[in-house]
């Protein structure tokens, strides 16, 4: 039994997930605070422990290796009300399974706890090379849950941009992450992609390197990106003779969404450049 334990003392999110997992005929329970926690793990094992969102990460990080002292394999969920980056690369450090800070989202919380319930190969599947605040840079396993765990310790690390950016910048991230793992990787665990996130005074940077011989624009007929402009849609017919799942959007979302986005000519390698302020690629050029 994959049993989730979430930590709620009158916080809305921890209902709202809980009621969530509960949709999803997730075995939950839920503890009154800190000391009803490590209480309940005394008592018995849980697979997943969501933290509660009003303590800082700083709290659940010491709360996290007080429950580990108890449950050595426990994963485990940040929800916190702030960050840092040396707070983000410490749960990172700490093998936090995930960490969020506000705006929440039940859903994918929910979904991410639930996957976490019956990872079996979590623990190495994110090793961490560079922890530097200003340039942290990882190997991370050709796993959709990695990814999707990799991709919650990189929206704290691109907090400093306004929200509207970093969810611009998250969601190019996302799509090149994916794209990485699954057509440079096939999603095989044994195979690692690279990924360095980089802030400087200006803009945030994301590099991610994949480990196949890369590709040709000309060679991808089954993306969005490489439509002819007066047949948007060619791609969907490529994809379908190939027998490939719906999609191809990937790189052209990517592209719309960031300042600059660089491949290297095998295209194996990418940069996804955003900057703090809005006006900054415009003044640049004008100033050239």
Same mark, same amino acid.
């Given at each position: 039994?994959?049993?989730?334990?979430?930590?709620?003392?009158?916080?809305?999110i921890s209902s709202e997930v809980g009621a969530v997992l509960s949709a999803m005929e997730? &075995?939950?329970?839920?503890?009154?605070?800190?000391?009803?926690?490590?209480?309940?793990?005394?008592?018995?094992? =849980?697979?997943?422990? #969501?933290?509660?969102?009003? %303590?800082?990460?700083?709290?659940?990080?010491?709360?996290?290796?007080?429950?580990?002292?108890?449950?050595?394999?426990?994963?485990? #969920?940040?929800?916190?009300?702030?960050?840092?980056?040396?707070?983000? $690369?410490? !749960?990172?450090?700490?093998?936090?399974? !995930?960490?969020?800070?506000?705006?929440?989202?039940?859903?994918?919380?929910?979904?991410?706890?639930?996957?976490?319930?019956?990872?079996?190969?979590?623990?190495?599947? $994110?090793?961490?090379?560079?922890?530097?605040?200003?340039?942290?840079?990882?190997?991370?396993?050709?796993?959709?849950?990695?990814?999707?765990?990799?991709?919650?310790?990189?929206?704290?690390?691109?907090?400093?941009?306004?929200?509207?950016?970093?969810?611009?910048?998250?969601?190019?991230?996302? @799509? #090149?992450?994916?794209?990485?793992?699954?057509?440079?990787?096939?999603?095989?665990? @044994?195979?690692?992609?690279?990924?360095?996130? $980089?802030?400087?005074?200006?803009? =945030?940077?994301?590099?991610?390197?994949?480990?196949?011989?890369?590709?040709?624009? @000309?060679?991808?007929?089954?993306?969005? #990106?490489?439509?002819? &402009?007066?047949?948007?849609? !060619?791609?969907?017919?490529?994809?379908? %003779?190939?027998?490939?799942?719906?999609?191809?959007?990937?790189?052209?979302?990517?592209?719309?969404?960031?300042?600059?986005?660089i491949f290297n000519e095998s295209g194996n390698e990418v940069l996804l450049i955003k900057y703090v302020q809005d006006?900054?690629?415009?003044?640049?050029?004008?100033?050239?």
């Amino acid at each position: 039994m994959n049993r989730i334990l979430i930590i709620s003392s009158g916080c809305d999110i921890s209902s709202e997930v809980g009621a969530v997992l509960s949709a999803m005929e997730a &075995p939950v329970e839920h503890a009154a605070g800190h000391a009803d926690a490590l209480r309940q793990l005394r008592l018995r094992a =849980f697979d997943v422990v #969501i933290t509660n969102c009003e %303590k800082g990460m700083k709290e659940d990080l010491a709360l996290l290796a007080e429950m580990r002292s108890i449950r050595p394999g426990l994963k485990c #969920i940040l929800l916190a009300r702030t960050s840092t980056p040396d707070e983000v $690369i410490a !749960a990172m450090q700490g093998h936090a399974f !995930a960490c969020y800070t506000p705006p929440f989202n039940a859903g994918e919380i929910a979904r991410v706890a639930l996957s976490a319930a019956t990872d079996g190969d979590w623990k190495n599947d $994110i090793e961490i090379l560079s922890a530097a605040p200003e340039w942290v840079s990882v190997r991370a396993q050709c796993r959709l849950i990695t990814a999707e765990r990799l991709l919650t310790f990189e929206r704290e690390l691109s907090a400093r941009l306004p929200e509207e950016r970093r969810r611009q910048m998250m969601q190019a991230f996302r @799509e #090149i992450l994916l794209n990485a793992m699954e057509h440079g990787a096939a999603f095989d665990p @044994e195979q690692m992609v690279e990924v360095i996130a $980089i802030r400087t005074a200006r803009s =945030f940077v994301f590099y991610v390197r994949d480990p196949g011989g890369g590709f040709r624009h @000309e060679r991808l007929k089954h993306a969005a #990106i490489a439509n002819p &402009p007066d047949d948007p849609v !060619a791609h969907v017919l490529e994809r379908e %003779k190939e027998g490939m799942r719906p999609g191809g959007y990937g790189l052209l979302v990517a592209r719309g969404t960031v300042d600059e986005l660089i491949f290297n000519e095998s295209g194996n390698e990418v940069l996804l450049i955003k900057y703090v302020q809005d006006g900054y690629v415009r003044d640049r050029a004008g100033s050239a």
